[in-house]
């Protein structure tokens, strides 16, 4: 039975309590959410903790020199942890939580060691490169065995890393190849998906290297600068077909409202999900800046999360993500084709605009054509035409409001000739984004 991924960042959430990391995934359930993203084991400073988890315990026992791991990183040398001794108190606490988000059918997109930015202290890379292959195959090797009855894990690639301009250098390849090799050698997997991000403005199959890029099976779509329209329609257009879904964009309070770790990051940032979903069809993850890191409050500090992770899990993005979850289960959302792809017709035919654009009106249609779905974003103005032929016969039309839920009729048309729509106007959140909704009578 087909599901769409309906996902949440959580990139920090093995350092949480068993508290937390139910409240949060019980939260994101009731969301209507269905998957989450994280890195298995943490480096990145702006993070709680790293690389300590849950009770202080870290992942790894050793040093490479022999000598007790102390949970220092960035050492390129033998004082960087060996990843084939692995400290199985950690481990246990990673198991629980695998365990209780598959009783709550949640997906887990999983990170064995998130490579970072060029390389760089924000994941793991530097320390890969210090084991070396050897290593790095037995760490594979022991993660994918120790994980390979549970049903509920697409294994990640990459991170922010090894694309474009920035590919990895020999010895970082040896060690990422040397990595999911060990993991292959694993048989009997019950979660057999891989996907990756690479550097950003990417999808899965911008991979250069034949071993990384032979390895997917999900195409993740990411453009940290918010083209998602571009990158969803090349990853949907790539042959052979590999399914789409949108795997990072600007995230809820990383903008001029937030923390202002992203310019491009402006509200609403529902904008970007509706966009990425009809373009990529497969689904999409979003993220909260405040969330993510899931640090604790921090009473004396100016930050702009320093009230702790807890308090952003109601902002207005995640309601808006609650609704646009619940408007995808509502259809079937698999049957949707995005428009001039995959053989579709062109259906916003006047006042579309491109996709490279901020008024861009992102459309997808079922061949069958008894499924409409448009979204008009806050920066469009006027009419869209739509040719009606997508359709198989007279449809309803509705315009859904993102922001609030409400269905608004506008009528039943023919499915012949172009009809021309023009959007309420403010949904009720100062904004301008609505999305046309037909459905064949």
């Known amino acids: 039975m087909p599901f769409p991924i309906l996902g949440r960042t959580a990139w920090f959430i093995t350092s949480l309590s068993e508290t937390d990391y139910k409240r949060f995934i019980d939260d994101t359930v ?5 998957a989450i993203e994280f890195h298995v084991i943490n480096h990145d400073g702006r993070g709680n903790h ?36 692995p400290n199985e108190a950690y481990w246990a ?45 037995a760490y594979g090797r022991f993660i994918a065995n120790r994980y390979k009855t549970r049903g509920n894990i697409v294994w990640m690639l990459g991170g ?39 550097t950003s403005e990417s999808i899965y199959t911008d991979q250069t290297d034949p071993t990384l890029r032979s390895a997917g099976t999900l195409q993740g779509a990411y453009s940290w600068e918010g083209d998602v329209n571009t990158y969803a329609r090349n990853g949907y257009s790539y042959l052979p077909v590999m399914p789409t879904f949108l795997l990072e964009e600007p995230y809820d309070q990383e903008g001029p409202d937030g923390n202002r770790v992203n310019p ?34 921090k009473l004396l500090s100016i930050s702009f999360c320093s009230d702790g992770w807890q308090a952003h899990l109601n902002t ?25 792809l995959g053989g579709m017709k062109t259906i916003v035919t006047a006042g579309g605009s491109q996709p490279v654009l901020p008024d861009y009106v992102a459309a997808a249609a079922s061949p069958d054509g008894t499924l ?35 269905y608004t009729v506008i009528g039943t048309f023919a499915n012949t000739g172009a009809q021309t729509f023009v959007s309420p106007g403010n949904n009720g959140t100062g904004f301008t984004d609505w999305v046309l909704l037909l459905e064949r009578q």
Request: hydrophobic share 40%; proline share 7%; charged share 15%.
């Open 30 to 34: 009731a969301k209507g959410f269905n």
């Open 50 to 85: 790293p690389p300590f988890g849950f009770n202080n315990t870290l992942p790894f026992s050793k040093k490479l020199d022999g000598s007790t791991w102390d949970g220092s990183l960035g050492s390129n040398n033998d004082q960087a942890p060996d990843f084939s001794q």
């Open 93 to 137: 606490n990673v198991d629980a939580l695998l365990t209780y988000a598959e009783s709550k059918g949640v997906l887990c997109f999983m990170f064995p060691a998130y490579t970072g930015s060029r390389g760089g202290e924000q994941g793991w890379m530097v320390e890969m490169v210090a084991n070396g292959s050897t290593k790095m195959q």
């Open 160 to 198: 922010d890393y090894s694309t474009g301009e920035h590919p990895f250098t020999g010895p970082q390849l040896a060690a990422e190849r040397a990595m999911l090799a060990g993991m292959q050698t694993v048989n009997g997997q019950a979660s057999r998906n891989i996907s990756a991000e690479w």
């Open 264 to 297: 491009n990051a402006i509200q609403p940032v529902r904008r970007f999900q509706w966009w990425g979903w009809l373009s990529a069809i497969g689904g999409y993850i979003s993220g909260n800046g405040c969330i993510w890191p899931f640090n604790p409050s």
């Open 316 to 340: 207005q993005g995640a309601l808006d993500m609650a609704r646009l979850n619940s408007f995808v289960r509502s259809i079937a959302w698999y049957n949707l084709v995005p428009s001039g």
């Open 372 to 406: 409409l779905v448009a979204y008009v974003p806050p920066d469009h103005s006027g009419a869209i035409t739509i040719d009606m032929t997508v359709m198989g016969g007279p449809a309803k039309a509705r315009w859904f409001n993102p922001a609030t839920a409400a």
